[in-house]
Structure formats: structure tokens, C-alpha cells
């Protein structure tokens, strides 16, 4: 569960909002979708529950941990995964898994025996042992994938992580999320493509410069027409703001 | 409040040996901390020589060509010339014309009644032309002004015996020259010229692939976020990241003294000169405290500069971008290098030591001479802790600054 308490956002001290008291909750075995435009303040929010940020004010607590008391413990609580992969070009995918292994402190055996599971459940076995950088972007995204999975988290943070994907490994990306919610995970997905968040999220909220200007089930949202496209609805949401 | 109580030592050799595995992989580190600091002396020292050696030889066993002006006011200088090995006397019209075309090395002007004069043991006024900014030219004014000199002697010996004097009148103090410098001082002195330079070049920018790679390379990447994202504290992983910057510079230092001592080993000449035929052991040209010296200020050097180039490129947005940054980085060795590469180990003020890089410089010096002065290496080192300690709490504050990490 995540519980998002009043949190904000400066950069720098008399920088703009990026991020302007955003509450929600997530629940455990929940998808809950940030949908918003570029800029918005999603990665912003997903970095601040990383720990990546420190927030100007307000707090969250990650599966019961406060971010502001053990920031480290937070992070033992995450998988992380991001619109870039974020590889290592000279380690190979089986490589990752051991360094984030390590990172995370589980111990050599296990490292080998959740690598093997998640490159078979991934579909990954044939490229595991190249390079990294001689794979295809949809591949590094895998890659990403498993190191999020790899310590088995309670919750998982997916920032746009479909990005620049072409349909297979979009396809792959949003298996990976529902299996994430089967296994009773919370998982945090940010996008601006409402289709997929219509078709994957349990729940969602809107943000629009910095705030949270409205949240519920994709239904909820539709309440006024249920024949209206949610596209629209997403306009007549950021349309009242401005 | 974040940081200091996640640290742990366990997730420091993780990032290092991570660290290690990645740069050992990138091509351009094994040049830049392999290859080159390794073949760099050896071509310095066996290459360039040689290639000078037998550019001067072939200078000289070029026969000189000059054009004799007047030759008939002198004909016996002419001959005594021509029959000279290597010089051939020669009558052109337009000598000048000659000289710029480099058809002859040089003009010798005789002058009007030229025997006569010498017969008449009267001063004869010689001109002889060249053209400075021909090497042969040069070579062959240096052949006749000796040749020359020579046939004086000759004239000289003539008239002496004319008037029944010994020749040997004339240089009443005859003396000679010894080098009474063992041949280990002098391996010293001329390694003390060039050597300090390089291991301080190689200490501080032997690691700079792998401070880039670790810093900007993480951040084009985009992996500094899942890195960020992972229990370890930022502490950890910037220590462990600085070890790994750390060891490959002292390694790139540590083969190109390799390379001297072999370059050493195998041609002593290289550095004693042609002639200097002695051999030199292992123990005569890097003692062991020599080398625990020259190893603790390389560490302290390497330890100063990972740190400033991790911190310098961490703030770079890109690979490229970093290495625009740090280029500059090695110019605060080289110029403080170049600056003491001529000054005389004895005459190294004290102040020295206690700047960093120009102490460090100083006491690589001293210890390539064979001088281990207990102070001044105390100094260097408390100096290099010293920046060592900012360096590294500088970089430290880095990677924890929002501002720094997420710059765009």
C-alpha cells in the first residue's frame, strides 16, 4: 500500500510547484494510473516516492514506512522502472540482476535461482549473457523489468514505462503489470496515454500542474456521460483548471 | 539525515566491483590507462633517440660540398681541402645561387693574393658563407671551420719550425675532462627530468575514463535512477565508485614506471646516452623505498583527483560534456610539472611542500634521485590527506545535490 500524505515540491527556492499537495492512496493487489500531460509532475511524484527527491513538504509511506524516518527501508520496499531502461551497455542482463541483487543485499544463491525465473518468465534466456548494449530497446526494457521484479516488492513504481516500445514489448510491459497486480502488488503506473491507462488501472488520478485535480475508478471519472471517450473526459478534467 | 546511518561497506564493494568490471570492458580505458602510459616512456626513451642518433649520423656522413671562390689565389688550402674525406671542393659560377639551391653546403671565399700573404706570415682574411637554416649546411660550416683550423695549425707548425721552436709551446696547460658521478646518480638525474611528470600525469588523469563513466556516463544513460532507487546509500555508492576511479589511475602510474624500468632494463644507454655502457639491476634503478615512496604520493595524488573528477563530471550532463570539463583538470599537473621538470632536486624551496601537486611533484623527484627525506614526504602526504578529505566530501556532496543529479 502506498499512502501519499500532502506531498510538494520546489526546485529551487523560489522555483515553481512542480509537485503542489498531492494526497492519494494505493491499494495492494491495485493499479493505480498518475495520468497527465508532459510536465505535469508525474516523474516528479515517482521520483519523490523513490526517494530520489526529497519533498519540500508533506510525506508518504511506502508499505507503512515513512520516506522522511528510513528512506533506505523505502527503497527496500520498491521496484522502480522508468521510460529509459536504464542499462549498462557493458554488463549483460544476468549481470544486472546480480548488481541490484547485491544492492538490495540478497544473498548470491538467490540472486542465480530469481535471475533464472524472471529471464524464462520474460522470455529473456536467449539474450541474458550479451551485452547489453547490443540489445534492442525493448529488450533493455525488459531488462528493467526483471531488476524491478528481482527482490519480489510490494510495490512497484512504473514511470511511462511503455515509452518509445514498439506493440510487443508494449504488450510485455503490460502483462508484467497485470501479473504485478495478481501477485497482490502495489503498482503505481504513470502515463498521458489514456487508452492504456482506460484499459490497465484500477484507479486513477489526474495531475495537472502539480495537483491532483481529480481521482477515482476510470467509471467514476466518466460519471457525467458514460458514453463520453475518456480522452475527453481528461480535457473537460484539465479544461475547468485553466 | 540521509546517507550516514544507511552507509554500509558491503554495498561500497558491490558498486566497486561493478565499477571495475564495467571499465575493464571499455576499450578506451585500457587505452588510456594501459596501453599508452606503457608505451609512452619506452618510445620517449628508445625511439626518439634513436631516431635522432641516425638522423645526426646521416647528417654527417653526408659528404660537404663547398664552392671555393678564388681558388686560384690559394690553390694548396683548395687541395689540402678536396683531399679531405667527406669534403669536396668545387668552382660554380653563381655559388650563392648554389647555396640556396642546396646544390653546395657552403661558399669559402679566398681572398687576392692570398699566398703571398701567408707566405709572408701576413693575417689572410677568410669569409666562409652558410645557410643557417639548412641542418647540412650547418654540419658542413662546423667540418670546415675544424679542417681549417686545421691547415692554420699546419702553417702555424710551419713557421714554428722555421724558427726552431717546438709546436708544443703553444698549449702550455693541456687538460682533461672526468665524470665522477656514479652511473646511479645519473640514472637518477635523468629520471628525476621526465619521470615526476608523468607518474603525477597518469595518477591524475589515468582514472578520468572511469570518473566519467561512473558519474555522466550513469546519468546519459539513465541508470542513475534505478542506482538511486536501491538500498545502498549515496555515500556507499560514491565511495565505491571512487575506489574503482582510484585504482585504475595508480594503475595506469604503476605500468608506465613499468615501462621505464623496463625500457631501463633492456637499454640502459636510453637514458645515460650513447657510450654509457653500464648495467643497471632492478635494485640501482628503482630501490624498494624509492618505490613505496613514489606509490604512497601517487595514491595521494590519484586519491585527490578521482575524487575532483568524479565530483566535476557528476555535474557534466553528458559524456562529452565531462570530458570538456575535465580536459582543463590536467593542465593543474602539467604546468606545476613543466615549471620543476629543470629545477635542481637541492634547490627545491620548502614551501613547496606543502602545496599540493608541486609537493608531490617535488618528492617524486627525490625519490627518483635516491633521496628519501623523511619530512618532506610527510608533508606531501599530510598535504594529499588533506584534499583528499575535501575532494572526496566535495563529491560526496555532489551526488546527494538534487541540483547536480537531476541538472538538464
Known sequence: MVEVRELSKRFGRNGVLAVDGVSFRANAGEIFGLLGENGAGKTTTLRLLATILDPTSGTALINGVDLLRDPSEVRRQLGVVAAEPGVYDRLTPREHLRYFGELHGMPRPEIARRSAELLRRLDMEEFADRRSGQLSRGMKQKVALARAWLTDPPVLLMDEPTAGLDVLATRAVEEFIGEARAAGKTVIFSSHIMSQVEKLCDRVAVIHRGRIIADGTVNELKSHSTRERFEDVFARLVGEQS | MRGRRDFQWRHVGVVFRKELIDTTRDRRTWLAMIIIPLLLVPLLLLAMPTIMVQHMERVEETPVAVAVVGAEHYP?????????????????????????????????????????????????????????????????RDRLAAALGEFASRVVAGRLAARGLDPAILNPLPWSVENLAPPQRMVGFALGMIMPMLLAIWASTGGMYAAIDGAAGEKERG?????????ASRTAIVIGKYLAVVLTSVLASAVSLLGMVLT??????????????????????LPAPAAGVILLVVLGLAGMFSALQLAISLYARSFREAQTYLSPLSFVVIFPAIFTQFLPVEHVPEWFFFVPVLGSLAVLKEALVGIIDLEHIAMTLAVSAVGIRFALAFAVACFRKERVLFRT
Open chain 2, 223 to 231: 541508470t542513475l535512477e534505478p542506482l538511486l532507487s536501491t538500498p
Open chain 2, 76 to 140: 694548396d688550402l683548395v687541395a689540402f681541402l678536396d683531399g679531405l674525406d667527406g669534403v669536396n671542393a668545387v668552382q660554380l659560377e653563381d655559388p650563392v645561387a648554389g647555396l640556396a639551391e642546396r646544390a653546395v653546403h657552403a661558399i669559402l671565399y679566398l681572398p687576392e693574393g692570398m699566398a703571398a700573404a701567408v707566405a709572408g706570415e701576413v693575417p689572410a682574411q677568410l669569409r666562409l658563407a652558410f645557410d643557417a637554416s639548412d641542418e647540412f649546411s650547418t654540419a658542413a
Open chain 2, 264 to 285: 631501463f632494463l633492456v637499454r640502459p644507454a636510453a637514458l645515460l646516452g650513447p657510450g654509457a655502457d653500464l648495467q643497471v639491476g632492478l635494485a640501482e634503478i
